[in-house]
């Protein structure tokens, strides 16, 4: 089986739904100061490829976690286009 990954790169200029701030990747750390070079990561969980759980709409609804990996793994067909 072939497994292709859908998932989109994350950057402070990708396409976020309407109304949501966009990701924010700013420096914390550098090689000159603190001997290594680290960035911290802001941004909305519906932002960027993701699933919507159903805890996303109701109120009774599973969170992902809740789920087997199983249930987001399955055939598909690849378009070139």
């Known amino acids: 089986m072939k497994f292709i990954d859908l998932s989109h790169p994350i950057t402070e200029a990708m396409p976020v739904y309407p109304g949501t701030q966009p990701p924010v990747i700013a420096p914390c750390c550098s090689h000159e100061t603190e001997g290594f070079m680290e960035h911290k990561l802001s941004m909305f969980t519906h ?27 399955g055939p598909a067909i690849k378009f070139q286009l």
């Open 47 to 73: 932002t960027g490829t993701h699933i919507d759980a159903p805890l996303h709409l109701f109120k009774d609804g599973r969170s992902l976690d809740q789920f087997s990996i199983n249930h987001f793994i």
